[in-house]
């Protein structure tokens, strides 16, 4: 029974660090690697507030869902 309780407690643990999210600058530098490796050039990448009005993709979400990041061509 003690292992029981000590495994849904890491677990509950674990769980709160992914919902935490990646930061923000961690995941746009993956983002802008994945990109180049496609060999894609003249975009943008950028961090605004979740449900910002813009005429970009969003291509990630970070900070625990409260930030997106967007893709502009050009």
Known sequence: ????????GL???AG?????GKPCDELKSEIA??????????YSLEVVDKGASTDA???GT????????VYKRG
């Open 33 to 42: 690697a994945k990109i180049d490796a496609k060999g894609a050039s003249g």
């Open 16 to 20: 709160t660090a992914l919902a935490a």
């Open 57 to 59: 993709e969003v291509v």
């Open 62 to 69: 970070c900070e625990g869902g409260t930030k997106e990041i």
């Open 1 to 8: 029974m003690k292992k029981f309780l000590l495994a849904v």
């Open 11 to 13: 677990l509950s643990i």
